[in-house]
């Protein structure tokens, strides 16, 4: 998934604690003795940049080519950035990559192996879910997102009963959840067809439904 | 460039050891200082990552609720006390931000946040709050977002938490830490008005960390509620928001009751003057309305923020007309 090794992508200008061996070989899996703990992004061990102000988007797109996650805003307003990270949605724009030291982070290039297009991925072809493609990456993490969210029982601000442990992903619910991923291209209703076939498909989304 | 480290602080009294270095400032999630740092508004030096400390949502033993002030929003608006005892809480933060935003940020950044003034992050704009004595371009601008009330020749600028406004009117304790100790103060007293420094946001002294939010035994805070007018209908700051929680009697006058606004002022305004209006009296839309007076009358608008004052009073009467239901 990483484009070579970490030699050619630069993470460090010179020798520091953190170092790891830089050999122009695959990251290492194991942290070295010594070494604070990496960020694993889909499924790599990777140093945290020298340069604490680096955000996780730059890491990604800059450090380490993985140019799916795409910078929008940079301000936390359009959420072309975001990623999973231990399974939550975040904005990697907003996100300074040494505070995710240990963490697992997920971006669209990791949702399945290579090759493969993870079903919501399907829906968005199918239901012409982007014009552009530019916010695509991140509505589909974001979404994956959501549904977690969704089926551990999180209420939104469209939740008429609070106290409910479920709630069914109606139209207005999947809006309101998928409000911070914005489509400039007015794409929004095959994003919406997508993601609600996608996810009543489930059974635990289905039975969220009843 | 401004050198910048990081450290992660382990505990509560490692972050205020840490925080004593020149420039240091405490980082939540990073969902507002991230992004002042990278406009330049904030420069620190050091960061002292807090994010690691207490997190915890904890029932207290007198019927109150502990939240740590590193549980993120997303942890607190889906708490079952949270929803259940206080429903206010949950419902300004579900209306707050995104999804991905409130699992990002934090309890105490939310209450540390700064101003959204285009102005305050405009760095061509006289303001301030970002340079003391530039003046303030927002009182002859366009302050259509802008304060009603408790603002000063200085600075006109809203506080943009949601979260607060619900805290506010729950009469929420804020407990901290610093290099002198611990103290705990009111929510409503954290946050300063402007005056002549509108730099100056909070009465925390320099290195004091908030460390947990305290919700106290509120029995009406189970009938609360929160409401956010705003341009469209998800992800924007408020315009005005009303958080608040009514105990109606069975002979249908007002036994107790809450009331906080969003969107009006420097800091999240807890509306005492309706309230004292309010007790006692019948729960009915003529006295909903003339509490919403009695709270407005000193509110002073801009050239384009009068719509304000009646967005205020029609939402006061809103939320409470919903809260009373049949009564009303």
New interface residues.
């Given amino acids: 998934m990483l484009v070579g090794g970490l030699a050619r992508l630069g993470l460090r200008a010179g020798p520091s604690p953190r170092d790891v061996p830089q050999n122009g070989a695959t990251p290492p899996a194991a942290v070295p003795k010594g070494v604070d703990m990496p960020i694993t992004i889909n499924g790599q061990a990777v140093p945290i940049p020298v340069d604490?102000?680096t955000?996780l988007l730059d890491l990604l797109r800059e450090q380490l080519h993985l140019s799916g996650t795409k910078k929008g805003c940079?301000?936390?307003a359009c959420?072309a950035c975001?990623v999973l990270v231990d399974g939550?949605?975040?904005?990697s724009c907003?996100?300074?990559a040494?505070?995710y030291?240990g963490r697992s982070v997920v971006s669209i290039e990791g949702l399945t192996p290579d090759g493969e297009l993870h079903p919501l991925q399907r829906a968005f072809i199918n239901h012409d879910g982007y014009q552009c493609g530019y916010c695509t990456p991140g509505q589909i993490c974001?979404a994956i997102?959501?549904a977690d969210?969704l089926r551990?029982?999180?209420?939104?601000?469209v939740?008429a009963d609070?106290?409910a442990t479920t709630m069914a992903l109606t139209g207005d619910e999947l809006?309101?959840?998928?409000?911070?991923?914005l489509c400039r291209c007015g794409a929004h209703n095959g994003i919406v067809a997508a993601i609600a076939e996608t996810f009543a498909r489930t059974p635990a989304m289905a039975e969220a439904a009843e | 460039m401004t050198p910048?480290?990081?450290a992660?602080a382990a505990d509560t009294a490692a972050a205020i050891g840490l925080a004593g270095a020149p420039g240091a400032r405490y980082?939540g999630?990073?969902?507002n200082l991230?992004?002042l740092?990278?406009e330049t508004i904030e420069r620190p030096q050091a960061?002292v990552?807090v994010?690691g400390l207490g997190s915890a949502i904890e029932d207290q033993a007198d019927g109150g609720l502990m939240i740590g002030a590193a549980a993120r929003n997303?942890a607190i608006?889906?708490h079952r006390s949270v929803?259940?005892r206080y429903?206010a809480l949950?419902?300004a933060i579900?209306?707050g931000?995104?999804?991905?935003?409130r699992?990002?940020a934090t309890l105490g950044g939310n209450l540390m946040q700064r101003t959204r003034c285009t102005y305050f992050y405009d760095d061509a704009a006289g303001c301030n709050k970002r340079a003391p004595g530039a003046g303030c371009d927002a009182i002859d601008g366009f302050n259509r977002i802008h304060a009603i009330l408790g603002a000063s020749p200085a600075c006109v600028a809203t506080h943009p938490s949601d979260l607060c406004v619900a805290l506010a009117a729950l009469d929420a304790i804020v407990h901290v830490e610093g290099p002198a100790g611990a103290r705990s103060l009111e929510l409503v007293e954290l946050h300063r008005l402007p005056g002549g420094r509108p730099d100056i946001e909070t009465v925390l002294a320099p290195g004091e960390l908030i460390t947990a939010v305290e919700l106290p035994a509120l029995a009406l805070a189970a009938r609360s509620t929160y409401r956010k007018v705003r341009d469209r209908?998800?992800?924007a700051f408020a315009l005005i928001s009303v958080a608040a929680a009514l105990e109606v009697a069975e002979d249908g006058t007002i036994g107790d009751v809450r009331l906080a606004l969003g969107g009006v002022a420097h800091k999240p305004w807890r509306a005492r003057m309706a309230e004292a209006a309010l007790r006692g009296g019948p729960a009915t839309r003529s006295s909903f309305l003339a509490a919403a007076e009695a709270e407005l009358v000193d509110a002073a608008p801009l050239s384009h923020n009068g719509f304000k004052v009646e967005l205020a009073r029609r939402t006061i009467v809103a939320v409470l007309g919903e809260l009373a239901g049949d009564a009303a």
């Fill in positions: 604490v102000r955000s940079n301000q936390g959420g975001t939550e949605r975040i904005l907003l996100a300074l040494a505070q030291e974001s997102g959501m969210e551990r029982g999180v209420p939104s601000a939740t609070l106290a809006r309101e959840r998928m409000s911070g991923n | 910048l480290s990081f992660r980082l999630g990073g969902t991230v992004d740092m990278r960061l990552d994010t997303t608006a889906e929803r259940t429903p949950s419902r579900l209306a931000a995104s999804g991905q935003i699992n990002m209908s998800s992800y």
